[in-house]
């Protein structure tokens, strides 16, 4: 199957129900790719948006699209991530959604045999140390409010092996699925929600060079997603819009799996 002649997502946008009205939603990596669609529609819904990046360009840019705040952050960094939900609360009153999704995927972090360990480690900060450090600061304003959904981007490949490996990145996306269950489970009697979204495979940039720069790669990944496509932002982001809502009060410390079928698949459609 060609990037040509691929399943196409369903024509036309969601109806957006606005279900976070006043809500305040500080959302990490929300220049580009599953954040920016996550800013927009969090924000179509309501909801006051803190958007979060490293890239100021980009960063401002979502934040002024969505008429929220930005908040430039190395999401590895405590005390850049203190201030990020500090600014959240000072400015809006309250942090009610936590969208912890920041993370990188380098071309070095491959297979565990040549994966060198400061490519290892790097991922690991960005990707599981970051979470950690953004639901350590978040949690205490969700505590004295008595109420609150964090969201934590982890994968599909968190639940699924794969032979094209990225040692680094899955091992990551396990631990934040890991984190995230039992954070669920800890602060479940505190009115706080703790989930998992794990995305199959999404067309965003990164994927569309793979596309251009090695078609059989992309062709290995796609044979394997019963969808006969790979995901669009907006469907991310409308499973964080779920989750943030009222609509998910009762979906707590799970691996929420927005891939199209693949963890659920051994032979696909032709």
Known sequence: ???????????????????LVGRTAVVTGAGSGIGLATVRRLASEGANLVCADIDATTGKAAAAEVDGIFVQVDVTDPEQVEALFKTA????GSVDIAFNNAG?????DDSILTTGLEAWKRVQEVNLTSVY???KAALPYMQRQGKGS????????????AATSQISYTASKGGVLAMSRELGVQFAREGIRVNALCPGPVNTPLLKELFA???EKAERRLVHVPAGRFAEPEEMAAAVAFLASDDSSFVNAADFLVDGGIAGA???PL
């Not at 609360?89 to 809006?92: G, L």
């Not at 599909?156 to 092996?161: D, E, L, R, Y």
């Open 104 to 108: 990188i995927s380098p071309p070095e």
């Open 89 to 92: 609360y000072d400015t809006y």
């Open 150 to 161: 964090i969201i934590n981007t982890a994968s599909f490949v968190a639940v699924i092996g």
């Open 213 to 215: 720069k090695d078609p």
């Open 266 to 268: 051994y032979v696909t």
């Open 133 to 135: 450090l953004c639901c």
């Open 1 to 19: 199957m060609t990037e040509q002649n691929l399943p196409s997502p369903p024509a036309g946008g969601p109806s957006v129900c606005r279900r």
